[in-house]
């Protein structure tokens, strides 16, 4: 769903989540950018960053789409949430692997754990019981919501290296 196509939904809500790391690991930093839209019309924008004095970038998109889920706070008439990431990672966890992570009692097919399984069980909490869509959209190719999440998290980041 691109903004301005035309969609069976009167009413969804639009998360763009980006992750930016200095070093893998270092300083991170993370931002949510969530619109409501009405009839097909935006009504409201909300955007959340965050930083983390270190960790890794694959932590700080999953930081992110986590801070994207708990700021929906009224969400009654369970309108379609659309969580829109560059990060594969988060979105092929989220639509692929994780059944069969929960299956395997976070493990991989390798049979080696999990990496970040706290995360992931937090947005398997988050996810339930919610009308979720996650869609991978490629990075720096002018998608303008995901320019906006990616400069947010980049200046989450450099708050962290101070």
């Not at 009839?39 to 270190?54: L, N, T, Y």
């Not at 990060?87 to 692997?97: A, D, E, F, P």
Request: net charge positive; aromatic share 6%.
């Amino acid at each position: 769903m691109q903004t301005g196509e035309n969609t069976k939904h009167d009413a969804f809500i639009l998360i763009n989540t980006d992750g930016a790391c200095s070093g893998n690991p270092g300083p991170g930093g993370w931002a949510a950018v969530l619109r409501k839209y009405e009839q097909g019309v935006e009504r409201k924008v909300k955007r959340i960053s965050g930083a983390d004095p270190q960790t890794t970038n694959n932590r700080m998109e999953m930081n992110a789409a986590i801070a994207g889920l708990e700021a929906i706070k009224n969400n009654a008439h369970g309108r379609l949430i659309v969580i829109r990431s560059d990060s594969q990672l988060l979105i092929k966890g989220m639509t692929t692997w994780l059944a069969n992570w929960k299956r395997n009692s976070w493990r991989k097919s390798d049979k080696r754990p999990v990496e970040n399984q706290d995360l992931w069980m937090q947005l398997d909490a988050l996810a339930e019981g919610k009308n979720l869509r996650w869609e991978w959209t490629k990075g720096h190719n002018g998608d303008a919501y995901n320019e906006e999440a990616d400069r947010l998290a980049s200046q989450a980041m450099r708050t962290a290296l101070i």
